[in-house]
């Protein structure tokens, strides 16, 4: 099975979404399946991301891949499920019933799910975190700082996702809305086809 996760920008997320898309989908069954973040084309960002053009041009690209992962931040925005809701309803028109896109928006921001696999610091608090408009800036980077990850491949990036893959139990419980809806939806796919 091939899984290409598609992040607004790979150039960081990379480091966390692999090691938590290959657990996920250990967990799901599927402990052999080959996950690539797609770097072709780089999406710069959230506008890019959420285009159809360019999710449409990626699934043209990658005919070998049976599981489109589009993983973005919420950046509290309170519509952009609906709009990954839009990209999977336009990817269903074009794809076969062997292919699927699944759109997920992480609670504020991916490095939150890289938070949830890790011991919280002292005078951390998850709902905190969790309701944080701006958690990368105001928890990620102290976590980063505190743990000398700074000068790492993606900014600690790696170190932390590789933990938190490996904690990925935690994450789930901690992330239920997002990491652990996206789990929940693939499991119920994979059983269907």
């Keep these: 099975m091939n899984v290409l996760v598609i992040p607004e920008d790979f150039r960081k997320d990379q480091y966390m979404v692999k090691p938590l898309v290959e657990r996920m989908l250990a ?26 053009s360019n999710i449409n041009e990626i699934l043209d690209r990658y005919p070998m891949v049976q599981i489109f992962l589009l993983l973005v931040d919420r950046d509290g925005v309170s519509g952009r499920r609906q709009a990954l809701d839009g990209l999977e309803t336009k990817a269903a028109n074009v794809l076969d019933e062997s292919r699927v896109l699944f759109g997920e928006n992480a609670w504020q921001e991916i490095e939150v799910w890289v938070i949830a696999g890790q011991r919280l610091l002292k005078g951390w ?16 980077d102290d976590l980063v700082e505190h743990r000398g990850l700074a000068q790492g491949p993606g900014g600690g990036r790696k170190t932390l996702g590789r933990e938190a893959a490996a904690k990925y139990t935690r994450v789930r419980s901690r992330c239920k809305e997002d990491i652990g809806a996206l789990e929940d939806r693939l499991r119920q796919w994979l059983e269907q086809t």
């Design 27 to 52: 967990e799901v069954g599927k402990p052999n399946a080959k996950v690539r973040v797609c770097q072709d084309p780089l999406l710069g960002g959230i506008s890019e991301a959420l285009n159809w």
């Design 125 to 140: 608090n998850w709902g905190d975190i969790r309701s944080d408009r701006d958690p990368k800036e105001n928890y990620f």
